[in-house]
């Protein structure tokens, strides 16, 4: 049962990426779908698809929420650049061999300037992204575990807006080896209606990665992940990823985006009190575009 749910994984993800290298270039919308939102993954650089975490995981890989240590509720503030900020809240709820979770993500463009064909300013408007997400997760074999979102998205531009409906597919391989995990995930495909009269197609892409956690001592824990990233018409990325835990309480994060055009290092930090979690992360983007301060909140039940 676990080499057919294997193999047939391994078989659906090679078509798609050999698929994604036919593909013309695109025009793409729902930019929102490509930004992290947790403080947590985005100082290990959002390498994160074959890890544990909190409630923001399911955005990264649905499958993951079934390796989360328990039920969790987070909110997360993106300080993004451009002025531009984030909001999300997310929640995973852990059920024996099934697990499920719900998120909402908002993100305000802030009032832009509107201009004639003279350059003349003649008024304002507000663009805005929200997501809706359902996620499912269940674990199959011992060592697999597959989830799905389904995810409700609306776009506004001035007048102008667009709905779409898509669908994240993500697995988990517990390996043989204690603290190593592979993951894979296929995500935004979608369909959505037309913006402006044009057609806009969802920034699909298809992610392979892994993480070991190597247990030091009882106090000291070193994490490393990384993972690969191929979005249609682009060319492939990679992340990788690093976190130092203490007495499971405070930690360090730091991260590295390989074939990015604006960002390459990230860093971060995390304390743990009781049931509840406190991470900030920093970002900074190249060409003086600005840094992006990400900050969250989860607690755990």
């Known amino acids: 049962?676990?080499?057919?749910?294997?193999?047939?994984?391994?078989?659906?993800?090679?078509?798609?990426?050999?698929?994604?290298?036919?593909?013309?270039?695109?025009?793409?919308?729902?930019?929102?779908?490509?930004?992290?939102?947790?403080?947590?993954?985005a100082g290990k650089a959002d390498a994160v698809i074959a890890s544990p975490g909190d409630a923001t995981i399911l955005w990264s890989n649905p499958a993951a929420v079934q390796i989360s240590p328990s039920s969790n509720f987070c909110f997360n503030h993106n300080s993004y650049i451009f002025d531009n900020n984030i909001e999300n809240a997310s929640l995973i709820v852990r059920n024996g061999k099934s697990s499920w979770g719900l998120g909402l993500t908002y993100l305000d463009y802030g009032m832009i300037s509107k201009t004639?064909?003279?350059?003349?300013?003649?008024?304002?408007?507000?663009?805005?992204?929200?997501?809706?997400?359902?996620?499912?997760?269940?674990?199959?074999?011992?060592?697999?575990?597959?989830?799905?979102?389904?995810?409700?998205?609306?776009?506004?531009?001035?007048?102008?807006?667009?709905?779409?409906?898509?669908?994240?597919?993500?697995?988990?391989?517990?390996?043989?080896i204690k603290g190593l995990n592979f993951g894979m995930v296929l995500q935004n495909i979608g369909t959505s209606s037309k913006l402006k009269e044009e057609s806009i197609s969802f920034p699909t892409v298809i992610k392979f990665g892994s993480q070991y956690m190597w247990e030091v001592n009882a106090q000291n824990v070193l994490t490393f992940s990384g993972e690969l990233a191929k979005f249609s018409s682009e060319s492939i990325k990679a992340n990788l990823g690093f976190e130092y835990g203490f007495s499971d309480m405070i930690f360090s994060r730091l991260g590295y985006k390989i074939n990015y055009d604006e960002q390459n290092i990230t860093a971060g930090i995390g304390i743990k009190l009781n049931d509840f979690n406190f991470d900030y992360a920093f970002t900074p983007y190249q060409n003086d575009i600005g840094t992006a301060h990400r900050f969250s909140v989860s607690y755990n039940f």
């Open 1 to 41: 049962m676990k080499k057919k749910i294997i193999l047939l994984l391994l078989f659906v993800f090679i078509i798609t990426l050999n698929s994604f290298a036919a593909d013309a270039p695109e025009k793409y919308g729902f930019q929102i779908l490509k930004i992290g939102l947790s403080a947590r993954n």
């Open 116 to 176: 004639d064909a003279q350059g003349d300013t003649i008024g304002e408007f507000h663009p805005q992204d929200i997501v809706s997400s359902f996620t499912y997760a269940r674990r199959v074999t011992p060592s697999i575990s597959l989830g799905v979102n389904v995810k409700f998205i609306y776009e506004k531009i001035d007048t102008d807006a667009s709905y779409g409906l898509g669908f994240d597919f993500g697995a988990i391989y517990d390996s043989f």
